[in-house]
């Protein structure tokens, strides 16, 4: 039964906890003796406390809670560049301890300058907190931005000092503390973003005993900090994975609730995700890790040679005629690797493909394909339904379900299963690997992942995409792709100069009877049925697709980069990327977008940390859609001379309550349209322009 249909059929979060979890593998309290409790928060502000204050948000929650005289709460506060001496904490730019007492916050001592990023402050905090305040059980609580495997935190006022914290940088913090006190945590929880994977739990694993985090990005306002600190403070106390599950649900519960009034965007909580994970358990899941990863890379290396097929040993489905004309890296690759075409690259496809269906965590395009994080069980679960590693396949998904003792998601992640997995579609960059390497994973899992982006990068990507057709309103297309097809986005552009175009629109939801994947097909399009937002075209870029058993899309999570200005005027204007829930009409089929959201992009840094901040939009704010300069020969977008990509920006838009993103025509007047096409390893391929008009 779904996660979130077992929450609303058992109700409460009482009934939930009257229950128990000792099939799960907790274990009632002994309700004859209270237990002590001491819960450790490392809240390090950063930019959401000096933007948004959130971190005084959550603290004001803490204050309202009801505490218990078994209960200490100890909170260490820095890291945002902000002082106000008439603020809860009056400066986030030292790093202060505090204590809740009595509904109050009591000072206990500033340690001056510290970056909160560096390993000796979380040291020196776990270890000060457990010496200072010995308890029957000790849990940590670290709150901040949270970029998955590639760390923690970020404090603003060491800008030279390292961007966040290593996860290498955590476990030592955490060893030497363990090593000082001879006390394992119970429980470690992120009120973080996207901290719920496999490699966050292995290397947490020796130092506590459950692990409570997100696999998506999580919303601005963060768990439910009065439930937090009245569930640690409850009597009898629950046991640890009850603590979770009770916090976790709060946290769902809050952002059920936590739209301001007047906002645009109803709900924060369709993409939602919590689990609470047992620590004793990884080392055996990480064990049918291995199991399964080694059968799928032998899956990968079983297939037979063929022989070489197609004109001059590159494969065309029937369909095609001998091509008239390649991409760049068709014309550029070298015949031999063209010609060494096998069942191998078929494989390569299935897995691809299947990692591709996979939901990802980021709610970005640079996110995502910065991170590569997907949901483990259902990755696996899609490949075994190709008849891939099936045996080894159910061993990963028990062990999954041992270790994950709970799981709630929103309605846009309801594939999610607990834990996220590192797994490239494309390339490793040495960089990355270097530091996921330090992270130790199986050799099974790291031959597989090798295996797969080597495959990615031995051979030259070809595709070739036949001029377009114009038929009355229908845009027609067709496709032929060495390494199958992720993308094909019709895009609206303006020619700016030689090679180059200005991308003012695109649309990314291909219809008709196609075989992308396998690498060829037909894809159709309407220009009287062209999404746009007040008659303006965007550019959209898809983030997660949801299809039924049919492979019919049942809905789509869209991204749309504007410049958004407040209704207010009081702050600068800023890039946000609108979130787009798009669904077909269930009765005309035809596509609307509503918008749900914004999140800060930073269009020139990729590897800036994921938005945590939710922007609540509001009738009368104005966004303007954001228009890319491309270079259609280096297939890269234009850089400024100073740096920076090259953009330009449409007609100003003000929201109102009924905006959304509808089919409509094209305006008026002649359009050039180019279709994209974007393979599963990455490499893009172009149609000749067409030009239509519109009457």
Request: proline share 5%; net charge negative.
């Given at each position: 039964?779904?996660?979130?249909?077992?929450?609303?059929?058992?109700?409460?979060?009482?009934?939930?906890?009257?229950?128990?979890?000792?099939?799960?593998?907790?274990?009632?309290?002994?309700?004859?003796?209270?237990?002590?409790?001491?819960?450790?928060?490392?809240?390090?502000?950063?930019?959401?406390?000096?933007?948004?204050?959130?971190?005084?948000?959550?603290?004001?929650?803490?204050?309202?809670?009801?505490?218990?005289?078994?209960?200490?709460?100890v909170i260490t506060t820095g890291g945002g560049d902000k002082v106000d001496p008439a603020g809860l904490v009056t400066s986030w730019k030292t790093v202060k301890r505090f204590e809740l007492v009595d509904g109050k916050l009591k000072e206990l001592s500033d340690l001056g300058p510290q970056n909160m990023v560096w390993g000796s402050t979380l040291q020196d905090f776990v270890t000060w907190g457990v010496r200072t305040y010995p308890a029957d059980r000790t849990m940590l609580i670290l709150w901040n931005h949270g970029s998955g495997y590639f760390g923690f935190g970020s404090d603003e006022n060491f800008p030279d000092g390292?961007?966040?914290?290593?996860?290498?940088?955590?476990?030592?913090?955490?060893?030497?503390?363990?090593?000082?006190?001879?006390?394992?945590?119970?429980?470690?929880?992120?009120?973080?973003?996207?901290?719920?994977?496999?490699?966050?739990?292995?290397?947490?694993?020796?130092?506590?005993?459950?692990?409570?985090?997100?696999?998506?990005?999580?919303?601005?306002?963060?768990?439910?900090?009065?439930?937090?600190?009245?569930?640690?403070?409850?009597?009898?106390?629950?046991?640890?994975?009850?603590?979770?599950?009770a916090t976790a649900n709060a946290f769902y519960e809050k952002q059920m609730r936590s739209s301001p009034g007047g906002s645009l965007v109803s709900s924060l909580s369709d993409r939602v995700t919590f689990s609470i994970i047992d620590l004793e358990r990884i080392p055996a899941l990480l064990e049918r890790l291995d199991q399964w990863a080694s059968a799928v890379h032998a899956y990968h290396d079983s297939a037979p040679k063929l022989a070489k097929a197609?004109?001059?040993?590159?494969?065309?489905p029937p369909m095609f005629q001998p091509p008239r004309q390649m991409t760049k890296a068709a014309r550029t690759a070298p015949v031999a690797a063209a010609a060494a075409v096998d069942d191998t690259v078929e494989r390569w496809k299935q897995v691809a493909?299947?990692?591709?269906?996979?939901?990802?965590?980021?709610?970005?395009?640079?996110?995502?394909?910065?991170?590569?994080?997907?949901?483990?069980?259902?990755?696996?679960?899609?490949?075994?339904?190709?008849g891939i590693a099936a045996d080894p396949q159910a061993a990963l998904q028990q062990a999954l379900q041992d270790a994950v003792l709970f799981n709630i998601t929103g309605p846009m992640a309801r594939s999610a299963t607990g834990l996220s997995i590192f797994f490239p579609l494309g390339k490793?960059?040495?960089?990355?690997?270097?530091?996921?390497?330090?992270?130790?994973?199986?050799?099974?899992?790291?031959?597989?992942?090798?295996?797969?982006?080597?495959?990615?990068?031995?051979?030259?990507?070809?595709?070739?995409?036949?001029?377009?057709?114009?038929?009355?309103?229908?845009?027609?297309?067709?496709?032929?792709?060495?390494?199958?097809?992720?993308?094909a986005d019709l895009m609206q552009v303006q020619p700016v100069g030689a090679n180059v175009v200005k991308v003012t629109g695109t649309t990314p939801i291909v219809s008709g009877e196609s075989e992308l994947g396998k690498g060829y097909g037909t894809v159709y399009y309407s220009t009287d049925a062209w999404l746009q937002l007040d008659g303006q075209p965007l550019l959209l870029y898809t983030l997660s697709r949801q299809t039924d058993e049919d492979g019919d899309l049942q809905s789509a999570m869209l991204g749309a980069p504007v410049r958004l200005q407040s209704?207010?005027?009081?702050?600068?204007?800023?890039?946000?990327l609108l979130l787009i829930q798009c669904e077909p009409d269930p009765d005309t089929?035809?596509?609307?977008?509503?918008?749900?959201?914004?999140?800060?992009?930073?269009?020139?840094?990729?590897?800036?940390?994921?938005?945590?901040?939710?922007?609540?939009?509001?009738?009368?704010?104005?966004?303007?859609?954001?228009?890319?300069?491309?270079?259609?020969?280096?297939?890269?977008?234009?850089?400024?001379?100073?740096?920076?990509?090259?953009?330009?920006?449409?007609?100003?838009?003000?929201?109102?309550?009924?905006?959304?993103?509808?089919?409509?025509?094209?305006?008026?007047?002649?359009?050039?349209?180019?279709?994209s096409v974007t393979d599963l390893a990455d490499g893009v391929g172009f149609s000749p322009p067409l030009t239509v008009t519109m009457s």
């Open positions: 039964m779904h996660n979130l249909s077992r929450r609303h059929m058992l109700g409460t979060a009482a009934a939930l906890l009257a229950g128990g979890l000792a099939a799960c593998g907790g274990s009632g309290p002994d309700s004859s003796a209270p237990l002590s409790t001491t819960l450790l928060v490392y809240l390090l502000g950063s930019d959401l406390e000096s933007k948004g204050n959130a971190g005084t948000s959550n603290l004001l929650e803490m204050l309202a809670a009801k505490g218990s005289t078994h209960t200490r709460i390292e961007s966040m914290m290593r996860m290498h940088t955590m476990a030592a913090a955490l060893q030497a503390a363990k090593v000082a006190t001879g006390v394992t945590l119970d429980y470690i929880g992120f009120d973080a973003c996207l901290m719920a994977t496999l490699e966050i739990a292995k290397t947490l694993q020796p130092y506590a005993r459950y692990l409570g985090a997100s696999q998506e990005l999580e919303p601005g306002s963060g768990w439910d900090w009065t439930t937090v600190a009245e569930t640690a403070s409850r009597q009898p106390a629950l046991s640890v994975p009850e603590f979770g599950q197609g004109s001059a040993g590159i494969f065309w493909m299947a990692r591709l269906s996979t939901l990802a965590f980021g709610e970005s395009p640079s996110t995502k394909d910065a991170l590569d994080l997907v949901d483990l069980g259902q990755f696996a679960a899609l490949l075994r339904d190709q490793r960059t040495a960089q990355h690997r270097a530091l996921y390497d330090t992270f130790g994973m199986p050799a099974g899992f790291m031959g597989l992942v090798d295996r797969h982006t080597q495959q990615a990068q031995q051979m030259p990507s070809v595709i070739y995409v036949e001029p377009l057709q114009a038929t009355g309103e229908f845009i027609t297309g067709q496709i032929a792709s060495r390494y199958g097809v992720q993308l209704r207010t005027g009081d702050s600068a204007a800023r890039i946000v089929e035809e596509l609307k977008g509503t918008i749900i959201g914004a999140r800060d992009i930073d269009l020139d840094d990729p590897d800036e940390q994921p938005d945590r901040v939710d922007h609540h939009l509001y009738a009368g704010d104005t966004v303007e859609p954001l228009h890319l300069l491309y270079d259609v020969q280096t297939q890269e977008p234009v850089q400024e001379p100073g740096g920076g990509l090259a953009i330009t920006f449409g007609k100003p838009i003000t929201l109102a309550p009924d905006s959304a993103l509808h089919p409509e025509p094209l305006a008026a007047g002649t359009h050039t349209l180019i279709l």
